[in-house]
Each structure stands twice: as structure tokens, then as C-alpha cells.
């Protein structure tokens, strides 16, 4: 790894952490107050899926913390023990967030569905990736194909990331409107709801614009070596 990729990585690595660790605040103030209507995640969840005319999916708990999970290849809501017992506020924005996503697969939103074309993809280049990028950074003056192959690869990644955004927000903007419509959420809580999935998307923000960040300063070096 080159200085200035080292540097981009640093700083993208301490902003990750000051927004994960202001997520985990955030949730767990909000993990403390309670819902007037007494509905935990699960109840959440299900409601949800129903309210959307959705019933071939089912809402499980898994083990972790921040886990919380829409699986489209088992058609399964998963949330931690946090979200899948508590009658929080914010247990309601993570379960109704990854509702969001089932809603999303049900009506074949666009972007889940090409984001979810690239996974094969992401998972391959993530393996092959730092091997390729660290080969082709010592090997660049003599063999600079390895290095663009790796930009390819990260490319591909990062494209990723980017897809991920308007995946995640779509999902937000319909787990707000459900829990404010179906009141779930009273006006007091509604914001605080609100609050707890802006910050959770600030985390795929900067994971994104870390991976552009890096990339380009890869497509740098390569532009600059020595023929």
C-alpha cells in the first residue's frame, strides 16, 4: 500500500469509526425509551409485512449485535435479540428499515435487484482483491496489467457501495412512512426514529465514498507509473 493510499485509508478508517460509534450512542439512548404502543420488533415486523400484503416471509432473531438483516434468499427478516425483544423506538426503526428491504424485493426495486446481480461478483473480487492490488503495486513498472486488473476488481466493489445507497435510503424512507402512517411511532418517537436510521446510513455513505476515495487514488498511481 502505497502513502497516499495509506493515508486515505486512515482517514476514511477514523471517520467509519466516529460515525459507528455515534450509531451505537444513538441506539442505544433509543433503545431506552420505550414505545407508547408496546410493540416489539418482531410484532413490528410482521405487522409490516402484512400491512404490504407480504406473507411468505418470515421474521427471525439471529445472534449479534447490530445484525439486523433482510435476506432475499431465504425470503427472512433477521434481527438481533435487541430489536426482535424490545418495544424500543429504536428496535421499531431497525425492524420496519429491514422490512423496507422485503418490500423492496416483493415489488423487484431496481436497484436491490441489480445490487444483488453484483454480489457474486463483490464476493470473488474481495478474496482476489488485496493479493491483486499488492501484487500489482510492488510488480507495477514491470507488469502493470496486474494492477489495472486489480483497479477492475475494485471498480466493481465500489460500484457496489455506491448501489447500496439509494437501497438503503429507499428502505428508510419506507420504514418511516409505515411507522408514522400506521402509527407505531407517536410524534414524540417518530424523530428519534429518524434519527437512528440517518445515522445508520451515514455508515454506508462513508463506506462508499471510502471505496471512490481509494479507487481513484489506485487509478492514480497507475496513470503515473513509469513506462
Known amino acids: 500500500m502505497t502513502p497516499s493510499v495509506m493515508i486515505v485509508s486512515v482517514v476514511f478508517l477514523l471517520l467509519s469509526m466516529l460515525v459507528s460509534g455515534i450509531l451505537k450512542s444513538k441506539f442505544a439512548a433509543y433503545g431506552k425509551i420505550a414505545l407508547k404502543r408496546g410493540l416489539t420488533g ?3 415486523a410482521e405487522k409490516m409485512l402484512r400491512d404490504n400484503g407480504i406473507f411468505d416471509v418470515k421474521v427471525v432473531s ?3 449485535h447490530l445484525s439486523d438483516h433482510y435476506n432475499p434468499a431465504t425470503k427472512t427478516v433477521n434481527l438481533s435479540p435487541d430489536v426482535y425483544n424490545s418495544a424500543s ?4 426503526g431497525v425492524a420496519a428499515h429491514e422490512c423496507g428491504h422485503a418490500i423492496q424485493h416483493a415489488d423487484s426495486y431496481r436497484w436491490l435487484m441489480l445490487r444483488s446481480k453484483l454480489v457474486p461478483a463483490v464476493q470473488v473480487s474481495s ?5 491483486i492490488l499488492l501484487g500489482g503495486v510492488v510488480l507495477l513498472n514491470a ?4 494492477l489495472l486488473g486489480g483497479i477492475v476488481l475494485f471498480s466493481i466493489t465500489t460500484i457496489f ?6 437501497v438503503e435510503f429507499d428502505a428508510s424512507r419506507r420504514a418511516l412512512l409505515w411507522l408514522q402512517n400506521s402509527q407505531v ?9 429518524k434519527d437512528a436510521l440517518k445515522w445508520a446510513a451515514l455508515t454506508y455513505v462513508v463506506a462508499a465514498v471510502a471505496s471512490a476515495a481509494t ?8 496513470n503515473n507509473r513509469r513506462d
Do not use: C, D
Open 62 to 64: 439471529v445472534q449479534g
Open 143 to 146: 507488469f502493470p496489467a496486474l
Open 161 to 166: 457501495s455506491v448501489i447500496t445507497l439509494p
Open 185 to 193: 411511532t407517536t410524534q414524540e418517537e417518530h424523530p428519534k426514529a
Open 127 to 131: 478474496t482476489l482483491l488485496p493479493w
Open 89 to 92: 423506538v429504536a428496535a421499531a
Open 215 to 222: 479507487l481513484v487514488q489506485y487509478i492514480f498511481i497507475y
Open 42 to 44: 418482531r410484532e413490528i
